[in-house]
Every structure is written in C-alpha cells, then in structure tokens.
C-alpha cells in the first residue's frame, strides 16, 4: 500500500509498522471482493471511496471484523442510488447524520459522506456539514488511529496525521489540538477513555490535560450517548484502565460520581480497606468467571460487571467509626440497592437491566451470614427464591467480592460457597428449587376454602409458599390440611 503521508517525521519503531501493514495488508485482502467491488460502482458513478476509522485500525491491528467503514464524496440520496440495486438490504436511520447502512453476504456497512461536524454551545446535537476532500474529513476524527482511510480500489494508505506511528506507539492522540476535538463533540472525552480499555492504548498527556480541563463540557451530551460509551467501557478487556482514566479527569464525577466518591479518606486511627480500589479488583475477578465467548450465553456480561461495579457504592454513607476502632458499613447493601437503581434510571439504562442490577448489588452480602454451613434448607431454598434468575450472577459476584491478602480466609470463604453451591445443587435436584411454588395454586386454595378471587386468597398463598420454603413439599393432603389450619386461625 503507497503511503500518500510524506510527512518525515521518524517512526517509533518500523518493525512494529511493518507489522502492522502485513497485517492490514492480510486483513484487507479478506474483505476485497465485496469493498472493491463496492469501490467501482462509486467510481463508475463518478465519486470516490474509502475504508476509513476503526476499519483501517482495526486491520492495522489484525483484527477487522466484518463491520466495515467507508467514506465518499457522494452525498446521501447518490449513496442510496449505488447501493439499492447492489445490497441484500439497506437502511437509512443515519441518513441526517450523512450515513447510509447496508448489508451485503456477511458484512455490515456504512457509508458516510465526508463531512465536518460541531457542537453549538448548547445544543445535545451535532450540527453537520459535508466536506468535499478526505483530507477534511480526517481531521474531524477523534483520534489520530481512527483517522487514517485505505483509498479504493486502489489501496492507496492516506495518513495525514501520522495515525500508523501512534497505533504502532499504542497511544491515543487528537489530529488537531484536544481542545478543538472536544470543543466539537465532548462525548470524544469518554471514547478516549473507552478506547484505551478496548485497545489497551495510553492516552497522550496534553489529551488528559484536555479531558481534566475540559470535563464539564460532556454536561451537553445525552445521558444516552454516555450511557453507550460507559457500556463499552466496561465491557471491554481493561475496564480498570478506562474507569481510572474517568476519575482522575474528573469525567466519572459527571458520569458515575459515586465510583470517585468510594476514594474514601484514611488515617492511622480508623484503617480500613480502600473502597475503591477494591471495587476495580472485584470487576477484574467477576470478568475472569464470565464464561468463554465460545459457550452459550458467554462472553462479557454487562450485568455482572455493573453489579461488580457498584456493588459497594452505599459505603460513604453508611461508614460509622466504632469505639473499638473498626470501621463498620451497616446494611451498605440496601443503601446500595437505591443508589444504583437512582444513578442507572439517570443514565437511562432498561427498566429490566435496573432491576437485575440493583438486586445484585441488594444480595451480594446475603451468603455472609451462612458462616460454615449454619443455613437451614429453608434459608437455602429462600437466598435461591430471591435471586431467581440471578443466581449464577450471584455466585459469581459473591466469590469475585472477596479480596483478602490473608489466604487462609480467602480459602475459607471459598470453600463455604462451595458448600453453599452443593446444597442448592442437592435440593434443587429434589425439589426443582428454581421455580418454587405452594404445594397449593390459587385456584386449589379458592375451591378447598369456597371462597372467589381477593385478597384472602393472596394471603393464603403467600402462606403456603412459606410453608413449602420451611418444610419443603408436602403432600396433597398434608397441604390441605395445613390450609383449612390457616384458614380456621384467620376466622377466629
């Protein structure tokens, strides 16, 4: 691939580059026949074409998927026109932002026109306008890895910014000054961070000055836009990276204050364990039991990582310094629960998502009071009763919360959520513990009392179902026998 760069500034490394171009080389021979041929129905129509962004980095990296980006000179109704008659399918629910979508055999594409984008002070939405050279649209890149473009079908490498050096350095970097990129869209500031838990990247200094100096401009920005980038962030490979990129700036005081908040101060009188620090080691742990992407419902689960997360964020208000010296956190679960239910409705995450998440971070320290096995097997039947589907989470958050240097307790703990695991196996094999249910149904309790639907009935069956978490199944006549007890009681 010629280099259209001329620019003599010397590379870090030209082993590393060369790599990386056999790389791309490799990875864009993969994609040809449906990116060429795309590429000469735009000439034929007369404009241009070009991979660009996360596509040249990404193959660059040896690692292009089959999402691929393009650019061009044609505006969007002259896009549409090319790919109708050529795609299996295409869509136009970017086309104001200058973007059409299309599928074609396994891969997605974009295509957008070239274009340069600014924020108005105080608007949430970028206005566009299109641009009539690459060179134009490259400079209104985030960062220097993302704003290199492979020209076709002539495979000809444009790097005006010296993309390749920093992808070869591993470090993130604006084309223009960091103040101009985040001027012109504030979210950049989170996708640095976000780009260095993907990537593994450092972030260049005058970029973090920048980020530090200007992080209350993201306040203009959607909670939903935020929200998408604190996802990837989190599911990536070193959310640690990103997260602690996040409070240092100044950004997670905006995005996720009550992460910074858990920075809790100590002394010599009341010594205590670093909250935070914690937190980011119980991610790290909760990430190394995901299942492997290769296994049904693998790969990284948002869920757990949120509850990891946030698991301990009711800490600052509830902390209490005792007579004797400790340092106590009284029922941080609960407070917790609220906190995370409060900040992720900000965000605007799911109803669904909210709920499962605030109830992990509500159960994360029920399995404490089991100590060495204590725990009735109705106890047992009720810690599976209130996880529900949330079980294997809870399992998983529960191991990953310990993080004790003293590995005779570690041990310990481990051994006891053993135990705990084998005794929900064990009933559950008897009893099909996952869907617990009375041994009577409402319409079983309606015809032995002779009595039509109402709140009576909910009572009897809320009733019934302690009995069966207590007892464990009974049979019919035991049950019914049980009921009409019940029923005698409330009557008198």
């Not at 495979?155 to 103040?179: C, S």
């Not at 996708?191 to 970029?207: I, K």
């Not at 709920?355 to 320290?365: A, G, Q, R």
């Not at 089991?370 to 949330?390: F, H, I, K, M, N």
């Amino acid at each position: 691939m010629p280099n259209a760069n001329n620019d003599s500034h010397t590379p870090p490394s030209t082993t590393e580059l060369s790599q990386a171009q056999r790389r791309a080389v490799s990875e864009l021979l993969r994609v040809s026949p449906v990116a060429d041929d795309l590429a000469r129905r735009f000439k034929e129509a007369g404009f241009t074409l070009a991979l660009v962004g996360g596509s040249v980095r990404d193959a660059l990296l040896g690692r292009l998927g089959n999402d691929l980006d393009f650019t061009t000179d044609a505006r969007p109704q002259d896009v549409l026109k090319i790919v109708r008659p050529w795609a299996d399918a295409v869509w136009e629910v970017g086309i104001a932002f200058g973007t059409v979508g299309c599928r074609k055999s396994d891969f997605d594409i974009e295509v957008t026109t070239y274009r340069s984008e600014a924020y108005d002070r105080t608007s949430r939405k970028p206005e566009v306008s299109y641009g009539d050279s690459i060179e134009e649209d490259l400079v209104r890149r985030d960062f220097t890895v993302n704003a290199m473009a492979v020209a076709l079908p002539e495979k000809e490498f444009i790097d005006p910014h010296n993309g390749l050096e920093d992808l070869a350095a591993r470090v993130l970097r604006t084309p223009g000054t960091p103040e101009e990129s985040f001027s012109d869209d504030p979210l950049r500031m989170m996708r640095a961070a976000r780009f260095a838990a993907q990537l593994d990247f450092e972030v260049a200094p005058e970029v973090v000055a920048a980020m530090t100096g200007m992080a209350d401009r993201l306040e203009i920005v959607s909670a939903e836009r935020v929200r998408d980038e604190l996802n990837k962030l989190i599911l990536s490979s070193h959310p640690r990276k990103g997260l602690t990129l996040l409070a240092e700036t100044g950004l997670a005081a905006l995005v996720l204050p009550e992460l910074p908040a858990l920075r809790l101060e100590r002394d010599e009188h009341h010594r205590h364990k670093d909250v935070y620090e914690h937190t980011l080691i119980v991610l790290e742990q909760a990430m190394a039991l995901e299942a492997p992407r290769d296994q049904p419902g693998g790969g990284p689960d948002l869920v757990l990582r949120l509850a990891a997360l946030l698991h301990d964020i009711g800490k600052p208000k509830t902390r209490r310094f005792e007579k004797d010296g400790r340092v106590s956190f009284h029922h941080h679960e609960v407070v917790g629960a609220k906190m995370t239910k409060a900040r992720m409705t900000k965000l605007k995450y799911s109803n669904d998502l909210v709920k499962d998440v605030s109830k992990l971070v509500e159960l994360h320290l029920r399995f404490h009071g089991y100590g060495t096995g204590e725990w009735t097997d109705s106890a047992v039947r009720r810690y599976v009763r209130d996880a529900g589907p949330l079980l294997d989470r809870l399992h998983k958050l529960t191991r990953s919360d310990c993080t004790t240097r003293n590995k005779r307790k570690a041990n310990a703990l481990s051994r006891a959520y053993d135990g705990l695991e084998e005794r929900i196996a064990r009933l559950q094999e008897q009893e099909e513990l996952d869907a617990i249910r009375p041994d009577l149904d409402g319409n079983e309790i309606m015809e032995i009392l002779a009595i039509g639907p109402g709140p009576q009935i909910g009572q009897a069956y809320k009733h019934m179902l302690e009995l069966r978490l207590e007892h464990g199944p009974m049979e019919r006549e035991a049950a019914v026998a049980a009921l009409k007890e019940w029923w005698a009681e409330q009557q008198g």
